[in-house]
Protein backbone atom coordinates (compact mmCIF):
# COMPACT_ATOMS: atom_id res chain seq x y z
CA UNK A 1 0.00 0.00 0.00
CA UNK A 2 3.07 2.16 1.16
CA UNK A 3 4.19 1.84 -2.50
CA UNK A 4 1.05 2.68 -3.87
CA UNK A 5 0.19 5.43 -2.37
CA UNK A 6 3.94 7.12 -2.84
CA UNK A 7 3.20 6.40 -6.64
CA UNK A 8 -0.04 8.50 -6.29
CA UNK A 9 2.09 11.12 -4.40
CA UNK A 10 4.35 11.36 -7.11
CA UNK A 11 2.07 11.43 -9.97
CA UNK A 12 0.13 14.22 -8.73
CA UNK A 13 3.84 16.19 -8.06
CA UNK A 14 4.20 15.62 -11.81
CA UNK A 15 0.74 17.29 -12.35
CA UNK A 16 1.17 20.08 -9.88
CA UNK A 17 5.14 21.01 -9.59
CA UNK A 18 5.30 23.79 -11.82
CA UNK A 19 2.20 25.86 -10.60
CA UNK A 20 4.70 27.21 -7.39
CA UNK A 21 6.25 30.26 -8.94
CA UNK A 22 6.63 31.88 -5.35
CA UNK A 23 7.11 31.38 -1.92
CA UNK A 24 3.99 31.30 0.04
CA UNK A 25 3.58 33.40 2.97
CA UNK A 26 4.81 31.17 6.46
CA UNK A 27 3.12 31.59 9.84
CA UNK A 28 5.03 30.01 12.69
CA UNK A 29 1.68 28.23 13.06
CA UNK A 30 0.36 26.87 9.83
CA UNK A 31 2.00 25.96 6.72
CA UNK A 32 2.17 27.79 3.74
CA UNK A 33 -1.07 28.68 1.81
CA UNK A 34 -1.40 26.15 -0.91
CA UNK A 35 -0.60 27.74 -4.57
CA UNK A 36 -2.05 24.47 -6.01
CA UNK A 37 -4.91 22.86 -4.96
CA UNK A 38 -7.16 19.77 -6.32
CA UNK A 39 -9.00 17.43 -5.01
CA UNK A 40 -12.06 14.80 -6.03
CA UNK A 41 -14.68 12.47 -4.69
CA UNK A 42 -15.80 9.48 -6.17
CA UNK A 43 -18.30 7.14 -5.67
CA UNK A 44 -19.48 3.83 -6.88
CA UNK A 45 -21.30 0.30 -6.16
CA UNK A 46 -19.57 -3.02 -6.53
CA UNK A 47 -20.86 -7.11 -6.03
CA UNK A 48 -19.17 -9.39 -3.96
CA UNK A 49 -17.95 -12.38 -5.92
CA UNK A 50 -16.14 -14.14 -3.67
CA UNK A 51 -14.42 -13.60 -0.24
CA UNK A 52 -11.84 -15.69 1.38
CA UNK A 53 -11.40 -15.49 4.62
CA UNK A 54 -8.35 -16.94 5.32
CA UNK A 55 -6.28 -14.72 3.12
CA UNK A 56 -8.48 -12.03 3.84
CA UNK A 57 -9.54 -10.78 0.25
CA UNK A 58 -13.04 -9.75 -1.37
CA UNK A 59 -13.31 -10.74 -4.99
CA UNK A 60 -15.55 -7.49 -6.26
CA UNK A 61 -16.87 -6.33 -9.68
CA UNK A 62 -17.29 -3.13 -10.68
CA UNK A 63 -21.21 -2.28 -12.16
CA UNK A 64 -19.48 -2.52 -15.91
CA UNK A 65 -18.80 -6.08 -14.79
CA UNK A 66 -15.05 -5.85 -14.18
CA UNK A 67 -13.24 -7.78 -11.49
CA UNK A 68 -10.89 -6.31 -8.81
CA UNK A 69 -9.50 -7.81 -5.43
CA UNK A 70 -9.31 -5.49 -1.88
CA UNK A 71 -7.45 -7.11 1.01
CA UNK A 72 -9.30 -6.21 4.01
CA UNK A 73 -7.03 -5.88 7.22
CA UNK A 74 -7.20 -7.55 10.74
CA UNK A 75 -9.22 -4.41 12.10
CA UNK A 76 -12.45 -5.57 10.00
CA UNK A 77 -13.98 -7.76 12.18
CA UNK A 78 -16.95 -8.35 10.51
CA UNK A 79 -15.49 -10.11 7.69
CA UNK A 80 -17.04 -13.11 8.32
CA UNK A 81 -20.89 -11.17 7.44
CA UNK A 82 -19.57 -10.53 4.24
CA UNK A 83 -21.48 -13.22 1.21
CA UNK A 84 -21.19 -13.32 -2.52
CA UNK A 85 -24.24 -11.42 -3.99
CA UNK A 86 -23.89 -8.68 -1.31
CA UNK A 87 -23.66 -4.97 -2.39
CA UNK A 88 -20.82 -2.62 -1.21
CA UNK A 89 -21.00 1.07 -1.35
CA UNK A 90 -17.47 2.65 -2.07
CA UNK A 91 -16.73 6.21 -1.61
CA UNK A 92 -13.00 7.09 -2.47
CA UNK A 93 -11.90 10.55 -1.85
CA UNK A 94 -8.55 12.92 -2.03
CA UNK A 95 -6.85 16.23 -1.53
CA UNK A 96 -3.87 17.53 -2.91
CA UNK A 97 -2.42 20.85 -1.97
CA UNK A 98 1.40 21.53 -3.17
CA UNK A 99 3.39 24.92 -1.99
CA UNK A 100 6.89 26.18 -2.13
CA UNK A 101 8.76 25.39 1.34
CA UNK A 102 11.16 26.97 3.15
CA UNK A 103 14.90 25.99 1.39
CA UNK A 104 15.81 23.18 4.22
CA UNK A 105 12.89 22.07 4.93
CA UNK A 106 12.81 18.39 5.46
CA UNK A 107 9.26 16.25 5.71
CA UNK A 108 8.69 13.29 5.65
CA UNK A 109 5.03 12.47 7.45
CA UNK A 110 2.27 10.16 7.03
CA UNK A 111 -0.03 9.26 9.79
CA UNK A 112 -3.55 6.84 9.07
CA UNK A 113 -6.61 6.50 10.56
CA UNK A 114 -9.06 3.49 10.53
CA UNK A 115 -12.71 3.59 11.69
CA UNK A 116 -14.30 0.49 11.48
CA UNK A 117 -17.89 -0.74 12.60
CA UNK A 118 -18.91 -2.14 16.03
CA UNK A 119 -18.37 -5.95 16.69
CA UNK A 120 -21.81 -7.80 15.04
CA UNK A 121 -23.18 -4.75 13.29
CA UNK A 122 -23.10 -4.74 8.79
CA UNK A 123 -19.71 -4.30 7.71
CA UNK A 124 -18.48 -0.92 7.20
CA UNK A 125 -15.05 0.96 7.59
CA UNK A 126 -13.26 4.41 6.52
CA UNK A 127 -9.75 4.85 6.72
CA UNK A 128 -7.85 8.56 6.21
CA UNK A 129 -4.41 8.88 5.46
CA UNK A 130 -2.50 12.04 5.44
CA UNK A 131 1.20 12.46 3.89
CA UNK A 132 3.36 15.77 4.31
CA UNK A 133 6.10 15.74 2.57
CA UNK A 134 8.93 17.87 0.71
CA UNK A 135 11.15 17.12 -2.26
CA UNK A 136 13.83 19.67 -3.58
CA UNK A 137 14.39 20.19 -7.12
CA UNK A 138 17.81 18.92 -8.52
CA UNK A 139 17.63 19.32 -12.09
CA UNK A 140 14.96 20.87 -14.95
CA UNK A 141 15.34 18.76 -18.35
CA UNK A 142 12.71 21.49 -20.55
CA UNK A 143 13.67 19.81 -23.89
CA UNK A 144 12.48 16.58 -22.49
CA UNK A 145 9.96 18.08 -19.66
CA UNK A 146 11.40 16.18 -16.87
CA UNK A 147 12.27 17.04 -13.15
CA UNK A 148 15.08 15.67 -10.81
CA UNK A 149 13.39 15.21 -7.50
CA UNK A 150 14.94 14.42 -4.05
CA UNK A 151 12.57 13.32 -1.65
CA UNK A 152 12.71 14.20 2.06
CA UNK A 153 13.26 10.33 2.83
CA UNK A 154 16.29 10.82 0.17
CA UNK A 155 15.03 8.97 -2.87
CA UNK A 156 15.73 11.35 -5.97
CA UNK A 157 13.17 10.64 -8.60
CA UNK A 158 12.84 12.01 -12.27
CA UNK A 159 9.05 12.91 -13.00
CA UNK A 160 7.42 14.06 -16.25
CA UNK A 161 5.87 17.04 -15.56
CA UNK A 162 2.62 17.58 -17.14
CA UNK A 163 2.56 21.29 -18.02
CA UNK A 164 5.85 22.13 -19.48
CA UNK A 165 5.64 25.67 -19.73
CA UNK A 166 5.51 25.55 -15.54
CA UNK A 167 9.06 24.71 -15.88
CA UNK A 168 9.89 28.40 -16.01
CA UNK A 169 7.85 29.23 -13.08
CA UNK A 170 10.43 26.74 -10.76
CA UNK A 171 14.02 26.65 -10.30
CA UNK A 172 16.54 23.94 -9.29
CA UNK A 173 17.02 24.25 -5.35
CA UNK A 174 13.29 25.10 -5.01
CA UNK A 175 11.51 23.00 -2.28
CA UNK A 176 7.99 21.78 -2.70
CA UNK A 177 5.83 21.12 0.41
CA UNK A 178 3.18 18.50 -0.50
CA UNK A 179 0.30 17.13 1.58
CA UNK A 180 -2.18 14.26 0.27
CA UNK A 181 -5.11 13.21 2.15
CA UNK A 182 -6.55 10.67 0.70
CA UNK A 183 -9.86 8.90 2.34
CA UNK A 184 -11.85 5.75 1.79
CA UNK A 185 -15.32 4.80 3.17
CA UNK A 186 -16.50 0.59 2.30
CA UNK A 187 -19.80 -0.44 3.51
CA UNK A 188 -22.27 -3.40 2.83
CA UNK A 189 -25.80 -2.15 1.93
CA UNK A 190 -28.10 -4.28 4.48
CA UNK A 191 -30.12 -7.03 2.63
CA UNK A 192 -29.30 -6.09 -1.03
CA UNK A 193 -28.31 -8.44 -3.88
CA UNK A 194 -27.73 -7.63 -7.51
Not at 115 to 140: C, D, F, H, W, Y
Request: hydrophobic share 40%; with cysteine.
Amino acid sequence: MKTVFSGVVLGLMMICLVACSKKAPQSSDQPAEPLVSSSEVESTVAKVEAVDLKARKVTLSSLQGDLFIIHVGKEAVNLPQVKKGDMVDISYGRELKVWMAESGDVVNEQSTVVVRAKPGSKPQGMGVTETNVTAKILALDKTNELAKLELANGKVVTVKVQNPENLNKVKVGDTLGISYLEVVDIAVRKGSKR
